[in-house]
């Protein structure tokens, strides 16, 4: 997700934690909706936004050609650094923000999340994978090389 405000932390860290964890694994991840520019080298959200809001002051003024991004740990609320080497593994929760293809029917296929866990009266539409992938493999999933994930060179 994009997280641009304390409120959109703690809407999407209450729907991260709600995914179940298989046996035997620590809660996952949430990976968070930033790529690498290439040509500052620095973080931006997929929207083509500065990042502006962090938590904890984390610094995301590092080179992140260098295979370095941030991810969020819901369960303690906060950011931290996260090498995207394809050999480092690491269990993420990905969350995608879409819009509904019938407008008429604003879940479609999704289902609307759970009263016990809306905020504020927010209910945004979920769906659930449990897909084991490599960091690789699941960034592949998510931004495949048709140009879907913006590349700034």
């Given at each position: 997700p994009i997280i641009k405000s304390d409120l959109d932390n703690d809407i999407f860290n209450?729907?991260?934690l709600t995914v179940e964890t298989p046996a035997g694994l620590n809660a996952s991840?949430?990976?968070l909706g930033l790529v690498c520019n290439q040509r500052t080298r620095r973080l931006e959200?997929?929207?083509g936004?500065?990042?502006g809001y962090t938590t904890n002051k984390i610094d995301l003024s590092f080179d992140c050609t260098q295979k370095l991004t941030a991810v969020s740990e819901p369960k303690k609320n906060d950011w931290y650094e996260i090498s995207t080497v394809p050999n480092d593994d690491h269990s993420?929760?990905?969350?995608?923000a879409t819009l509904p293809l019938d407008l008429d029917d604003k879940?479609?296929?999704?289902?609307t999340i759970d009263d016990s866990v809306a905020e504020d009266g927010?209910?945004?539409?979920v769906r659930f994978s449990y897909e084991h992938k490599s960091w690789t493999r699941k960034k592949e999933a998510l931004w495949p090389a048709s140009g879907a994930?913006?590349?700034?060179?």
């Open positions: 209450t729907i991260a991840n949430l990976l959200w997929a929207d936004d500065h990042v993420f929760t990905v969350l995608c879940c479609a296929e999704y289902q927010y209910r945004p539409c994930q913006r590349q700034i060179k």
